[in-house]
């Protein structure tokens, strides 16, 4: 730094500073360089392709259907508060804010932010994809609000669970060792209870604020008071999510009873209470049909589902290899078994010299994981593929089935406005 600022830079003004200047100078450009290097990293794009193909993919292909869903336009602002909410989580999860969500590390992506722990798929990408499609299916269903935030919460589940599986076996991501795991393909029960209770607050705070400092009637001066009501959605329902889920997993613990049982059961509930409230919905545009249901967001859910599916029959786990952050080491009594690969059934260290993780340091976390071959390749194809059909048909339902978009705002002039707030 001294030398590149010595050599392009104060050669060529016309005035002359001092070393004291200088070096205050170097410091802060610096600190700028560090600043820009947590903020976002890059990687070597052959390397990349050399050792996750898979996952480079899924780098290209989210961001893609992150902006074929902005395309829609229907509900701009609350396509800005879900990237507010990614943002919100990037900054926690970089800061290590709540040991209850550190359970996750993400592989190295063509972009990583935030520290290197979130890559660019998602951050802007996959979970901007499945809440906005959730969001706007389940506005088609006409539902009271909560079962509207309900349905969302199970809808945004419906898409992302295929996501998680197979991004657990294409190491996109590893889990915490030891931690509450969901029993088939390794899916921790806590994430799937936050993904939905979040969308289901994320929801809620948006119609109530919007309830609250806005009307039916559209008014383009009123800009600064739509944005606040995606902001205040984006933020509060991050932190709402995290109470919860610090109060059920003390909750479980007390009671000794497993997260996975309690998730399971209000699933359960949710669902049984939503299908209720649908069929006896008396609105009559949520039976009228929609025979333009295949739009852009219809379209990044069938090219979700296809790229699952694809993935689950070409792709050869055990020649990917992760390199990035991942559980420190030596930090856990499971470690040990964790190093040999005997702990694992997703991963392993068959691709390092010697086939095992030797001489490494206490809490090293930077380092090579390496994928494993299925133990039933035709089981795991089938599961990945019935689900994504049978998921695609719930959907349809919403999507094509009940009604179609509502229109949120009749855009007029500001001297029109008066009418009665949004319920």
């Known amino acids: 730094m001294d030398y590149l600022l010595d050599r392009y ?31 976002c990293k890059t990687q070597d794009i052959w390397e990349f392709y050399s050792s996750h193909t898979n996952f480079l993919c899924a780098e290209i292909l989210y961001p893609l259907l992150a902006f074929v869903v902005f395309i829609h336009g229907r509900y701009v602002y609350t396509w800005l508060g879900i990237y507010i909410c990614q943002f919100v989580f990037g900054i926690a999860l970089a800061l290590d804010f709540s040991p209850t969500l550190n359970i996750c590390w993400n592989a190295q992506g063509l972009l990583t932010f935030f520290g290197s722990r979130i890559p660019l798929s998602t951050v802007f990408g996959a979970n901007q994809v499945f809440l906005y499609i959730a969001y706007v299916f389940v506005q088609r269903m006409y539902l009271p609000l909560w ?42 029960w806590i994430v799937l209870f936050f993904d939905a209770f979040f969308a289901q607050s994320f929801v809620y705070i948006l119609q109530i604020a919007r309830s609250v400092m806005l009307y039916e009637t559209y008014d383009w001066k009123k800009f600064f008071r739509e944005f606040c009501c995606a902001f205040s959605a984006g933020v509060l329902s991050f932190w709402l999510s995290l109470a919860v889920l610090s109060a059920l997993s003390a909750v479980s613990q007390l009671c000794q009873i497993s997260i996975g049982i309690t998730v399971c059961l209000l699933f359960s509930l949710f669902a049984i209470a939503v299908y209720i409230v649908d069929r006896r919905n008396p609105t009559l545009d949520a039976h009228s049909g929609n025979a333009y249901w295949f739009d852009e967001l219809s379209l990044a859910a069938c090219v979700h589902f296809i790229f699952i599916i694809i993935l689950s029959l070409v792709v050869s786990p055990s020649n990917i290899v992760s390199v990035g952050l991942h559980q420190p080491l030596g930090t856990f ?42 133990h039933n390749r035709t089981e795991y194809s089938i599961v990945l593929s019935a689900y994504c059909l049978l998921a695609s048909i719930i959907l349809y339902q919403a999507a094509a089935a009940s009604g179609k978009t509502p229109h949120v705002y009749q855009l007029v002039y500001g001297s029109t406005l008066g009418g009665k707030k949004t319920k």
């Open 9 to 39: 830079i104060y050669s060529f003004l016309p005035f002359t500073i001092t070393d004291e200047w200088k070096q205050s100078i170097n410091f802060l450009g610096i600190s700028i360089v560090r600043i820009a290097d947590w903020f």
């Open 147 to 188: 079962a509207q935030a309900t349905a969302t919460g199970l809808c945004l589940i419906l898409l992302k669970l295929p996501y998680l599986i197979i991004g657990t076996k294409y190491l996109w991501w590893t889990w915490k060792s030891g931690g509450n795991v969901d029993p088939v393909y390794r899916i921790p």
């Open 333 to 374: 009594e499971t470690k040990d078994r964790h190093l040999n690969g005997s702990h694992s059934s997703y991963f392993d260290f068959h691709c390092l010299p010697g086939g095992k993780m030797e001489n490494y340091e206490y809490g090293l976390e930077w380092y090579a994981v390496c994928g494993t071959p299925f």
